[in-house]
Every structure is written in structure tokens, then in C-alpha cells.
């Protein structure tokens, strides 16, 4: 039986098969102002707090899941 992390690594892995992950800071920002159709949005433990802020706000208007 898998666990919920084993879970997500295998649906990660399997969005970056069919490229649909992006990665960077800079790039994140430009398909968020650009109204792209994200769905998630995941940021390491260790992540600032202002940025985790700043990508909140710029997806206020959409639904995006932050993990």
C-alpha cells in the first residue's frame, strides 16, 4: 500500500513524462501573470516565507494548490 508521498512523487513523475511540470522561480512567475492553466504549485520546506507570499498573491484569481 502506498503512502501519500510515494502517491505524489508518482503523479509528479508522471506530469514531467508528459511535460507539464515547470521549474524556477522566474518561469513560475511568468505562467502565473500569463493566466496559464496551473493547477499546482509545489515549494520546498525551506522556502521563504515572502516567497511563498508573493506566489499566493499572484494566484489569488485561481485555483492553484500550494504544497
Do not use: H, P, Q
Not at 7 to 25: D, F, H, P, Q
Not at 28 to 52: R, Y
Request: charged content about 25%; glycine content about 2%.
Amino acid at each position: 500500500m502506498m503512502n501519500n508521498k510515494v502517491k505524489l512523487i508518482n503523479i509528479v513523475s508522471i506530469a514531467c513524462r508528459a511535460g507539464k511540470v515547470i521549474s524556477g522561480e522566474f518561469v513560475i512567475e511568468k505562467a502565473l501573470s500569463s493566466k496559464n492553466n496551473i493547477k499546482l504549485i509545489l515549494l520546498a520546506n525551506d522556502v521563504a516565507d515572502a516567497t511563498k507570499a508573493k506566489y499566493e498573491k499572484m494566484a489569488t484569481n485561481s485555483k492553484v494548490l500550494f504544497r
